[in-house]
Antibody, heavy 118, light 107 residues
């Protein structure tokens, strides 16, 4: 069964850091580019960051550039998102998602909730 | 950044009726357009990619069309399980961008 399981979310104060993880199983992880997509409460979907299969190509949304860092460990079938200098507007459900030859997202994880509040 | 605009924001439809959802890109994305369905408390599910290709397991009542800047998702005969929010997404350029969503609700 193809599965993506996010972890690492929680309540964090503004300005602090958090690291999200995504564990993949049921497919050949290094055949896929991987992404983080977030959804603020009651809002739509926002792409946050993506990384190619070999980490050779990385991109970020302007809203997180310079604060977030995406990485992956193909030996561990895992994706990460290091989030620094967190702001209230980063509060969201963070999904990891995979893409193959082109960047449509399939599959998706169930998400991990990040709440930034004092 | 390519801006994706969906219309309408909310669509009220009776079961069995046809629903037509629109998505417009601020510049051409060729056929690099996907559609997703999201139900409350669930992750999005891929419906359509390449503007018109149904993903694995997606019923034939879902169809996509368009290219360039204008796209349409049609649900030919709405079933109870189809009431949800639908998003379009372009993958022609990074940053990847989504429309704001169309909520399909029961009339």
């Amino acid at each position: 069964e193809v599965q993506l399981v996010e972890s690492g979310g929680g309540l964090v104060q503004p300005g602090r850091s958090l690291r999200l993880s995504c564990a993949a199983s049921g497919f050949t992880f290094d055949d896929y580019a991987m992404h983080w997509v977030r959804q603020a409460p009651g809002k739509g979907l926002e792409w946050v960051s993506g990384i190619s299969w070999n980490s050779g190509s990385i991109g970020y949304a302007d809203s997180v550039k310079g604060r977030f860092t995406i990485s992956r460990d193909n030996a561990k079938n895992s994706l990460y998102l290091q989030m620094n200098s967190l702001r209230a507007e980063d509060t969201a459900l963070y999904y990891c998602a995979a893409t193959t030859k082109q960047d449509w997202f399939d599959p998706w994880g169930q998400g991990t909730l990040v709440t930034v509040s004092s | 950044e390519i801006v994706m605009t969906q219309s309408p924001a909310t669509l009220s439809v009776s079961p069995g009726e046809r629903a037509t959802l629109s998505c417009r890109a601020s510049q051409s994305v060729s056929s690099n357009l996907a559609w997703y369905q999201q139900k409350p408390g669930q992750a999005p599910r891929l419906l359509i990619y390449g503007a018109s290709t149904r993903a694995t397991g997606i019923p034939a009542r879902f169809s996509g069309s368009g290219s360039g800047t204008e796209f349409t998702l049609t649900i030919s005969s709405l079933q109870s399980e189809d009431f949800a929010v639908y998003y379009c997404q372009q993958y022609n350029n990074w940053p990847l961008t989504f429309g704001q969503g169309t909520k399909v609700e029961i009339k």
